[in-house]
């Protein structure tokens, strides 16, 4: 009777874990993925994911990224704007702090269907040069395509 019971307890747990990790990983990859259409109404908390997903795209190795400065600016265009970031990363090994200026370009003629054009990254890692094919991946991805 004893076992049964203790049996059953470590199976709630292991459920609860299982669960707890399910939800973890899924907040994580919507965190490490934000979709340009689904920014929410905190635009802060918006552009530091897009930050760390920029940056994790850039240098795959990056650590504690922060977001200095970010702003969105109208183009000549009336349909395109483009959102303006500075964002500070350090580097794994090295521990040096870096700064990238990056601007991601948006199509905004349709109010709820953003659609990002490209991304314009430059860094001042002069060690390890940024990964150009992640970022056109990423682009796809912010857009909600695979």
């Given at each position: 009777m004893r076992s049964t019971t203790r049996?059953?307890?470590?199976?709630?747990?292991?459920?609860?874990?299982?669960?707890l990790s399910a939800w973890a990983t899924a907040a994580r990859a919507d965190d490490e993925n934000p979709n340009i259409?689904?920014?929410?109404?905190d635009e802060k908390k918006f552009m530091l994911s897009l930050a760390k997903a920029i940056v994790k795209?850039?240098?795959?190795?990056?650590k504690d990224t922060a977001l200095e400065k970010s702003d969105i600016k109208k183009g000549t265009e009336g349909n395109r704007e483009t959102i303006?970031?500075?964002?500070?990363y350090y580097g794994a090994i090295t521990k040096k702090k870096y700064t990238?200026?990056?601007?991601?370009?948006?199509?905004?003629?349709?109010k709820d269907e953003w659609k990002v054009l490209e991304i314009d990254y430059k860094d001042d890692?002069?060690?390890v040069k940024h990964n150009k094919t992640n970022l056109e991946k990423l682009v796809h991805k912010l857009n909600g395509q695979s």
């Open positions: 049996l059953r307890s470590i199976l709630a747990v292991a459920a609860g874990i299982t669960l259409n689904k920014r929410g109404d795209a850039a240098h795959t190795t990056a303006v970031m500075q964002i500070v990238a200026d990056v601007e991601v370009k948006v199509d905004t003629s349709k890692n002069t060690k």
